[in-house]
């Protein structure tokens, strides 16, 4: 759901390996200062280097279809779609289709996490075991290393019944409780002792979801809806119970499948993802949330969550990418902030550069990785998008191995919904490479 992600969600969020033993804060994994000059005036020479640069990735990764849209305060808007939203009517893609979003959902549920927090509802020091019985480690893994994806838990989007129990029929609904089965019942259910590295796993989020819905009295969607999307204005953001999907809307590709095969992912229930990389969302939400999400205030002035609070998600302990780290909910790569989502049929990436108030999206109807590397396609494009407007920040986020106990599923590069690199939410298949 994101990350550099191995697995169906590999993120929000593709699955980084590190040491991340200290329990004090780090500083961010920042690049440094742009120089004089700083992010370009989007005219119309930029955006024919950028509409050339786009193009090209579309046409070496063989993506459909791709939205993207580029910001900065009085250097202009960059908005764009390229290919197709439906391989088989060769109808366009268009800036305005609703899209799966996959990890970032991460972002929604961990920002649900620190507003209880910050009320006194929770604290994220306390062991999960206060909120949810049956965790393994639970008595010691605490809510900010799930949050930070160090608890040391296995994902059970590494699991080969949960593989197999998806791809066998994509329509399925799953419970949060049944997701974590899949982890607790592996054979070996903890990779490591808490603290001790970093490791991108969905199955945080579904207990931190849990936490969420337990200590607000609302279902997670419910509290996502009332406490961050509308204070948000993000009205076309939604959080489904089923796989429902708003019109109008791409059609997404995968071959995340049991066969192996390119299928039309559309209408898979995204339940198995749920407060790791279920939410649905567009083009223009997006970019308010890019904002948002990084600095801790709503567009109306007021605060998401405290300066407090908001210091602590942005510590990003260094990953084993150079140049990415990862806080609470949210990463830092080359200096842009953020994070990615992958799950069948579809990326996205959104993310902001603090220093030039500079706002990346890119949605896509894929999830296919591309090339010998499995690099996942958000990150190639951001990769290139970046390259011509920032090219002291280039976002690059390479596949790394998320890990896997020893006898499950075989270790696969990671994705962000499985943080390889942070995006993917995305199951890993125990023989071919999941995004």
């Given at each position: 759901m994101g990350l550099a992600a191995?697995?169906?969600l590999a993120v929000p969020v593709q699955s980084v390996v590190a040491h991340a033993a200290q329990p004090t804060p780090q500083p961010s994994a920042s690049a440094?200062?742009?120089?004089?000059?700083?992010?370009?005036?989007?005219?119309?020479?930029?955006?024919?280097?950028?509409?050339?640069a786009i193009q090209d990735v579309l046409k070496k990764t063989g993506v459909p279809g791709a939205i993207v849209g580029l910001s900065a305060p009085?250097?202009?808007?960059?908005?764009?779609a390229f290919g197709v939203a439906d391989k088989a009517t060769g109808k366009e893609m268009t800036p305005n289709l609703y899209s799966r979003i996959g990890s970032e959902t991460k972002t929604f549920t961990v920002t649900a996490l620190l507003q209880l927090a910050q009320e006194g509802k929770v604290g994220l020091d306390d062991p999960i075991g206060k909120y949810v019985e049956g965790v393994p480690n639970g008595d010691r893994v605490t809510l900010r290393e799930l949050a930070g994806m160090r608890s040391g838990l296995l994902s059970y989007t590494q699991t080969e019944p949960f593989y197999k129990a998806l791809t066998s029929d994509p329509t399925r609904y799953f419970t949060p409780r049944q997701l974590l089965d899949f982890a607790f019942e592996a054979p070996e259910p903890v990779l490591f002792e808490p603290n001790a590295e970093f490791n991108y796993s969905n199955t945080?989020?579904?207990?931190?979801?849990?936490v969420v819905e337990k200590m607000s009295g609302q279902p997670l969607g419910d509290y996502i809806r009332d406490h961050i999307l509308k204070p948000a204005g993000m009205s076309r953001t939604s959080f489904p119970r089923g796989p429902e999907f708003p019109t109008p809307h791409a059609q997404g590709y995968t071959q995340q499948?049991?066969?192996?095969?390119?299928?039309?992912?559309?209408?898979?229930?995204?339940s198995w993802g749920w407060a790791a990389g279920a939410m649905i969302s567009d083009l223009r939400d997006m970019r308010t949330w890019a904002k948002t999400l990084a600095t801790g205030t709503f567009p109306d002035g007021t605060r998401m969550v405290s300066p407090g609070m908001q210091k602590q998600r942005l510590t990003t302990p260094p990953t084993a990418i150079p140049g990415a780290g990862y806080g609470l909910g949210i990463f830092d790569v080359q200096g842009w902030i953020g994070h990615n989502g992958s799950l069948p049929g579809y990326q996205s990436l959104t993310i902001y550069l603090p220093e030039e108030q500079a706002t990346l999206v890119v949605l896509l109807n894929t999830d296919i990785p591309y090339g010998p590397q499995h690099e996942e396609p958000s990150t190639v494009f951001g990769q290139a998008i970046t390259q011509v407007v920032t090219p002291d920040h280039v976002y690059n986020l390479p596949p790394v191995t998320?890990?896997?106990?020893?006898?499950?599923a075989p270790a696969t590069p990671a994705s962000p919904a499985s943080p390889a690199s942070p995006s993917s939410a995305s199951p890993a298949s125990p023989t071919t490479p999941a995004s």
């Open positions: 191995a697995g169906l440094q200062p742009s120089p004089a000059g700083g992010f370009p005036v989007l005219d119309d020479a930029t955006e024919a280097r950028l509409d050339a009085g250097k202009g808007e960059y908005t764009r945080n989020l579904i207990l931190l979801g849990l499948t049991a066969s192996g095969k390119t299928e039309n992912a559309t209408d898979w229930n995204p998320q890990q896997n106990p020893k006898s499950s």
